[in-house]
């Protein structure tokens, strides 16, 4: 996989740069590799499914975890760009509350690691947005929360202009201050 790990103001979310062969006939990377995440990133990870989803530009999905079963998630974009954030929702954490965000793009191709135990979200900047992802968990409806997008308290800075469009269960996010977190 011959990947660069980049360190971001969250320890434990980081962002992957694989490492792309390219030439006149176009480029070629591993996007994924079981062995190299585990020396790089974390070795007590498994992938349990893959996710596809497709959105245009201003659309804002997020932010979402899962109160129990919580979800790692490694993202990437294939095609377009979005703007990646990853919230950190554990209470014992002095990082808790806090975010990171991070341009993903089909250009860069940058992925992020975004362990359980932080909600995670995205905007698209492009005129549309192709983005993948693995998961360490299978989704369970049940136990799915939406974190407040633009929570004041959080002040993450979404590159938006005017009112994204959103689910009306992003729409119905708790604030932080209300929301389920975990110990």
């Known amino acids: 996989m011959a990947i660069t790990v980049i360190a971001t103001a969250l320890p434990e979310v980081k962002i992957i740069e694989p490492k792309a062969f390219g030439d006149a006939r176009g480029f070629f990377y591993e996007s994924f590799n079981a062995r190299e995440f585990a020396e790089k990133i974390d070795g007590s990870v498994q992938f349990v499914q893959d996710n596809h989803s497709r959105s245009a530009k201003g659309v804002l999905r997020g932010l979402h975890y899962q109160i129990e079963h919580a979800q790692g998630k490694l993202v990437r974009v294939v095609d377009g760009e979005v703007f990646d954030v990853a919230v950190d929702m ?6 808790f509350g806090k975010w990171v965000g991070v341009v993903l793009s089909a250009e860069n ?7 359980a135990g932080f909600a995670h979200g995205f905007c698209v900047t492009s005129e549309s947005a192709d983005f993948l992802y693995k998961t360490t968990d299978y989704w369970f409806p049940e136990h799915e929360r939406s974190l407040l997008w633009n929570d ?17 269960k992003d729409a119905a996010g708790r604030p932080l201050s209300e929301a389920e977190v975990y110990a």
């Open 152 to 168: 004041p308290a959080l002040g993450i800075e979404w590159p938006v202009v005017g009112t994204p469009q959103i689910a009306a």
């Open 109 to 115: 191709q940058r992925q992020l690691w975004v362990p």
């Open 90 to 95: 554990r209470k014992s954490s002095p990082n």
